[in-house]
């Protein structure tokens, strides 16, 4: 089930049944009504973090609320996993321990990082109340091929995107914020195995490797096979200077999954997107 507001049909699976319908809609109750579903995995989102800053009410509306209206749904009609893609950038803040653990309080910087946050602690509330297990996956900058450059938070699928229609595109600031790029193929193994086992907790889902966007930018233009500068400007609010997870406990609950590191993740992503 999806809006559509970024993502297109045509992405849907061949002998898969969408809904096309916002998590907001009341509708919401028939569906579940319907279908009977033992898992949901909750992935809709509004993900632009400085939308969030700019337009916190849009933002509490879809995140907050629209996860509220999943979660009655569930109430009403018992499910035994919720599986829930929360952010490992967003809600720690910058006063954390490097790489940052599970175990870390949550200080966020943005309306967006609030709202996961406040998705999380719900989720927990109805998992008691239902006796769900709650799956939290905490991500990191996930990327990969077919990522939409003109609706999601993507960096790489924006700076692909201007770079393959000969526009310029530009870095926020100095350009040194760090970043757990995560490729979007070990985050579907990820969800896979947590649906599979049933995992109950909060997981963070990253590399454990920093980039900084300056190194990010090089690293692209090398996989595009191009040589040239790319300008900074003004910097963003709402965004945490340095984010890089400690995974080590998906990778063991997985038995030493090994994480796409970001040259091989950028390799397979450049020839096979469809932006």
Do not use: W
Not at 92 to 105: I, K
Not at 122 to 146: E, H, K, Q, S
Request: aromatic share 8%; with cysteine.
């Amino acid at each position: 089930m999806d809006n559509l507001s970024t993502g297109k049909r045509g992405n849907v699976p061949k002998g898969a049944e969408f809904v096309e319908m916002d998590i907001t809609d009341p509708a919401l109750d028939g569906v579940f009504a319907r279908f009977r579903p033992e898992i949901v995995n909750h992935h809709a989102a509004q993900m632009n973090l400085r939308r969030s800053m700019e337009e916190p009410l849009f933002d509490a509306r879809v995140n907050h609320l629209g996860t509220l209206n999943l979660l009655e749904c569930c109430r009403r009609h018992p499910i035994r996993q919720f599986i829930f893609a929360s952010s490992g950038g967003a809600i720690y803040g910058d006063d954390v321990p490097r790489p940052t653990p599970e175990d870390a309080p949550p200080r966020p910087l943005s309306v967006y990082g609030a709202h996961k946050v406040a998705g999380e602690v719900m989720i927990g509330v109805y998992a008691r109340l239902t006796g769900f297990t709650p799956t939290l996956l905490r991500y990191g900058n996930v990327y990969g091929p077919r990522q939409n450059a003109h609706g999601e938070a993507g960096v790489i699928a924006i700076f692909m995107d201007k770079l393959r229609a000969g526009e310029t595109p530009m870095i926020f600031g100095t350009g040194e914020k760090v970043r757990d790029y995560v490729f979007v193929a070990d985050v579907a193994e990820v969800n896979r195995f947590a649906t599979a086992r049933a995992l109950s907790g909060a997981f963070n889902v990253g590399t454990g490797a920093g980039t900084s966007v300056n190194a990010l930018a090089r690293g692209l233009l090398a996989a595009m096979g191009m040589d040239r500068e790319i300008p900074h400007g003004a910097d963003k609010p709402g965004e945490q200077y340095y984010s890089v997870l400690d995974a080590s406990r998906i990778r063991e609950a997985m038995g030493g999954f090994v994480f796409t590191p970001l040259a091989e993740g950028l390799a397979r992503t450049v020839p096979a997107s469809d932006i």
